[in-house]
């Protein structure tokens, strides 16, 4: 297959470009700043010679959109609305012009779309849309605004030849440097692995090898089309993930924090406290319902996996300094 990648150049694209290339497709990744073969420039917004690798390509998987690890100012979320929105229009008005348009769209979105609970797991049927939960930071509404909208505008695009499916993903966890496994990781290896705020709320998580599993899955089957969460079907409250994560490390100990401490370490590294305190019960209905498997569907069993590997690794995959994730995964 010829599949292009709009936004692959963080961690997430990182992932499915190593792993199509190595099944033998041809990947093209869009990019603001190409420097490697295969990477074609584009500017997230504007028709361009972009367009030539999407008409008569087999796939499209867009990722594009700005990084969530930042502080969650108005004008960042702004940032974040604005760049997923107008990419997937971009996308979706190359795939209506092409002569020979891709059969299938997959369109990255985020678990986040569902609302703050603790009580009752989310699948894609019975999945309660988040937005108006009592008690949450005003500003998380927002949040679900921007999923809401991202999938909007995919499913707005006039492709009528075009499979469309929107990739409610949890947090992808992978070893390459720089992503979410890496920073827990990191906080782990410091001693300060533990639960944050309690650490009652939920983490949903999918294995990055599950994760390209689950786009092959759907590349294959031609009868699912709408959003599909892509998470392990065993998400587990904060305190059992980080004692997990401590574990497979090897740590005895790790430091609990109150949601004032997260928030002060949230701002040292530039980021936002609901990537934390969010409780996400996401669980994945429509891959389980079409048979799909996971071999990592218990998180100690994902994490030994993960710590093994980084171990084996012999230096980054991905160059964090000059490549931060832009997947927007949550």
Known sequence: MKVVIPGGTGQVGAVLDRALTAAGHEVVILTRRPVREREVYWDGESAGPWTQEIDGSDVVINLAGRSVSCRYTPDNLRVMMDSRVRSTQAVGRAIAAAARPPRLWLQMSTATIYAHRYDAAHDEATGVIGGAEPGVPGYWGYSVEIAKAWEQAQQQADTPHTRKVALRSAMVMSPDRGGVFDVMSWMVRLGLGGPVAGGAQYVSWIHDDDFVRAVQFLVDRDDISGPVNLAAPAPLPHRAFM????????????????????????????????????????????????????????????????????????????????????????
């Open 243 to 330: 004692r997990a994560l401590r574990a497979a490390w090897r740590i005895p100990v790790g430091l609990p924090a109150t949601k004032g401490m997260a928030e002060l370490g949230a701002f040292v590294l530039r980021s936002d406290t609901e990537l934390l305190l969010k409780s996400r019960r996401v669980v994945p209905g429509r891959l389980l319902d079409a048979g799909f498997t996971f071999d990592h569907g218990e998180w100690p069993d994902a994490a030994r996996d993960l710590v093994g590997r980084r171990r084996r690794r012999q230096g980054p995959v991905v160059d964090a300094a000059s490549r931060p994730a832009r997947s927007g995964v949550r």
